[in-house]
């Protein structure tokens, strides 16, 4: 069964740097989302993207984040210079445009640290 | 913003029981889901609910949507040890284009062998 996938699945980085999330949706499917999970939280929102632009984003996601599709199978989520934070899991999902319109499938996420 | 309210926090439980969790909302939603996390992993769809009152199987796992579309419940019977988890409920309003969901704070389950 196809899935999402993510790399890599955990970054350590230094504040201040720059990190880029990958991931792969699902081949058929048409609308990206970028999700975060602080430790022990619930599941928050950061963007969605569709048509090659942003549909909707959070006030969480600011000007330090960015998200690109570079080509026909990856997109990714930049954090330009990371601050403490930032540190969470990552989720990328994808839903499909016809039949199962509006299930949301999740990758396994992207455990970020910042020290 | 909205929010979606989850109870119980967390359920102790003996394998074989059943359970069940539920979700309210202040707002009306267009579509609730339900996801399952186990640590370290990302959520995995368990059932979407579309129409208000709807009532839907998955095996084990049964939910229904509520009519005021500002509630749902998510039943488990006869559980397992692999049903340990976090459970979160998901609601979302598909409008046009991409459409994020928003997330309950989840119940997390504990099953006692």
């Known amino acids: 069964e196809p899935e999402v996938t993510q790399t890599p699945s955990h970054q350590v980085t230094q504040m201040g740097q720059e990190v880029i999330l990958r991931c792969v949706p699902i081949s058929n499917h048409l609308y990206f989302y970028w999700y975060r999970q602080i430790l022990g939280q619930k599941v928050e929102f950061l963007v969605s993207?569709?048509?090659?632009?942003?549909?909707?984003k959070s006030e969480i996601f600011d000007d330090q984040f960015s998200v690109e599709r570079p080509d026909g199978s990856n997109f990714t989520l930049k954090i330009r210079s990371t601050k403490l934070e930032d540190s969470a899991m990552y989720f990328c999902?994808?839903?499909?445009?016809?039949?199962?319109?509006?299930?949301?499938?999740f990758g396994p996420g992207t455990r970020l640290t910042v020290t | 913003g909205q929010q979606l309210n989850q109870s119980p926090q967390s359920m102790f439980i003996q394998e074989g029981e059943d359970v069940s969790m539920n979700c309210t909302s202040s707002?009306?939603?267009?579509?609730w889901l339900w996801y399952k996390q186990d640590p370290g992993e990302g959520p995995v769809l368990l059932i979407a609910l579309y129409k208000a009152g709807e009532l839907t199987s998955n095996g084990r796992l049964t939910a229904q949507f509520g009519i005021t579309r500002k509630d749902s419940f998510l039943n488990i019977s006869a559980s397992i040890p692999s049903d340990v988890g976090i459970y979160f409920c998901?609601?979302?309003?598909?409008?046009?284009?991409?459409?994020?969901?928003?997330f309950g704070q989840g119940t997390r389950l504990t099953i006692n062998p």
């Open positions: 993207f569709y048509n090659n632009e942003i549909s909707e």
């Open positions: 998901a609601g979302q309003n598909w409008i046009q284009g991409a459409q994020k969901l928003v």
């Open positions: 707002s009306i939603f267009n579509t």
């Open positions: 999902a994808s839903n499909e445009v016809r039949h199962r319109l509006y299930e949301q499938y």
